[in-house]
Each structure stands twice: as structure tokens, then as C-alpha cells.
């Protein structure tokens, strides 16, 4: 497989059901086809309930899909266990809401928590960080333009710069591929916009693929490669930021249309 092909998400047929007790259940997503190749940063928009986080849950291997494939380049994920999936797994760098730093320790230890994966060993096991590491961790502090802050405690960190420590953090996993669940929400308008920059150079620079869930729309017109819109658990739009309509937008979130 090569480097590039590597580095794509493709969802395939994923519906998601939920018991609901009494032997009943809910079907919140359903034939969901969505596919993210190497530099695309998708952007996945959708009214509170829409099905946004569950199909983040399903894409990161959190939760298994009722029926339907979680592929990272031709691996599908779904059908992997034990090792072979933690493994699969690592390809995949988590950006959530709040950065989830560890706020007694330097930025750099941060980054190189990300790196743990790698290491599963007594030394990781007792708490002590992979020092053959640090170049790693270093490089990647340097791509999100924060190499200054190394020694620096994480807890000294404005809300902007810790969440671009926490995309140092997910690059230092190696991923083939970013998931980010509302990576600005906690963010005011100037941070937000360079967060979602870095997120952008991220996919294109890296040739990574990243999928992001937004509630900002007008962030998600001016960063996003593409545009998909959830509504009750269906895609109702895929395309092209430019392509996508004020119409398309308020009906998705208009909650008495179909
Ligand atoms: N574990 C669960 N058990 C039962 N129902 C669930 C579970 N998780 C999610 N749901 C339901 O699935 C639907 C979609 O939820 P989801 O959290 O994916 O929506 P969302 O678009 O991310 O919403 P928000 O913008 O509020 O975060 C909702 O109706 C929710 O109640």
C-alpha cells in the first residue's frame, strides 16, 4: 500500500442502531457512504442530534457500526481485534473539544504522550515517556508553530495554544488520518481561525486526511475541502464548500423539514 493510499478514510453503508430496552431500538444513522482522501479536510455539519458524533465515535473505532465498513486505506477497521486493531487504531489522531493536555506536565511531554502508542512497555507502564522520542515530539511542536513553548508547564497554555499542542500530540501518533469532534468550540473567533488553519495545512501538508465536525458555518465554508450535512441520520448534501447553498444550510437545520 503505498504512503498516500494509506492515508484515506472511507465509511461505507454504515448504519447505527441503538437499543432502546424492551427489545426496541433506534436507527440514528443509516447508509452512510462518506469517503476522505489524502489532504482533505470534510467538514461534517448537522443540527444537535443529527448523528454528528456518532458517526466520529463509528469512524474512530470507538463504537462498532450495525452494518457497514471503517476503512483506513484498505484496512477496514471493523473486522480487526485485539493487536492488529489497536494498531489499526493508531493511524487515527483524536483532536476533541477541550485539548485533554496533562496540565502539570511540560508541552513537550504532552506531545509525546502521543507517541505511547508505540511504546507499550514497563518504563510507559510506570509513567515514564519514550525519550527516544523527543526529536519526534520536537518536529511536530514545530509544525504547529509552538516549538518555543517545549519546557513550558501545559497549565501556562492559552485555550488556542493548547489545542494546537493537542494537533502536535495527534501528528506525533504518525496518523494517516485526523478525526477532530468540534476542535474550536471552546475557542474565541481569532483562536478558532487558527486552529482551523492549522487543521487545513495539517490535511494538505501532511496529506492527511481529516474529518471535523463543526458547528461554526462559517468557519467550516472558509476551511473545509467539502461540505457534508447530516440531517436524522442521512447525508443530505456532499459536496464542494463553494457548492453549498444558504438554502442547503437552513434546511438542514430547520427541524420540521424532512
Ligand atoms: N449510546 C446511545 N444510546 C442511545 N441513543 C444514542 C446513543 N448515542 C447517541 N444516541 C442518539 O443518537 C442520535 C444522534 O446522536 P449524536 O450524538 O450522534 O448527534 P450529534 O449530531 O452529534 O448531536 P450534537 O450536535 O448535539 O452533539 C441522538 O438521537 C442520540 O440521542
Redesign the pocket.
Same mark, same amino acid.
Given at each position: 500500500m503505498s504512503e498516500t493510499t494509506d492515508r484515506s478514510l472511507l465509511l461505507r453503508g454504515i448504519t447505527k442502531s441503538?437499543e432502546t430496552g424492551a427489545g426496541g431500538s433506534?436507527t440514528?444513522l443509516e447508509g452512510i457512504d462518506l469517503h476522505i482522501g489524502p489532504g482533505e479536510l470534510v467538514v461534517l455539519l *448537522?443540527a444537535?442530534? @443529527? *448523528?454528528? @458524533?456518532?458517526t466520529l465515535k463509528i469512524a474512530s473505532g470507538m463504537i462498532a457500526p450495525t452494518a457497514g465498513e471503517v476503512r483506513i486505506g484498505r484496512t477496514d477497521i471493523t473486522q480487526m481485534h485485539g493487536e492488529t486493531r489497536r494498531q489499526s487504531r493508531m493511524k487515527l489522531g483524536m483532536v476533541f473539544q477541550d485539548a485533554r493536555l496533562i496540565r502539570r506536565r511540560s508541552v513537550l511531554s504532552n506531545v509525546l504522550c502521543g507517541t505511547l502508542g508505540r511504546h507499550q512497555n514497563i518504563a510507559t507502564a510506570l509513567g515514564f515517556l519514550p525519550q527516544s522520542e523527543r526529536p519526534l515530539a520536537m518536529a511536530c511542536l514545530e509544525r504547529v508553530g509552538l516549538g518555543a513553548l517545549a519546557g513550558q508547564r501545559a497549565s501556562t497554555l492559552s485555550g488556542g495554544q493548547a489545542q494546537r499542542v493537542s494537533v502536535a500530540r495527534a501528528l506525533a501518533q504518525k496518523p494517516s488520518v485526523i478525526l477532530a469532534d468540534e476542535p474550536v468550540a471552546s475557542l474565541d473567533p481569532e483562536s478558532a481561525e487558527e486552529v482551523m488553519t492549522l487543521l487545513t495545512t495539517v490535511a494538505r501538508n501532511e496529506r492527511l486526511a481529516v474529518l471535523c465536525v463543526l458547528h461554526q458555518i462559517d468557519l467550516a465554508r472558509r476551511h473545509a475541502t467539502r461540505l457534508v450535512g447530516?440531517k436524522k441520520g442521512h447525508i443530505a448534501f456532499d459536496l464542494p464548500a463553494s457548492k453549498v447553498t444558504d438554502t442547503m444550510i437552513s434546511t438542514l437545520y430547520t427541524r420540521d423539514a424532512s
Open positions: 441503538f433506534k440514528v *448537522g444537535n442530534g @443529527s *448523528g454528528k @458524533s456518532t447530516l
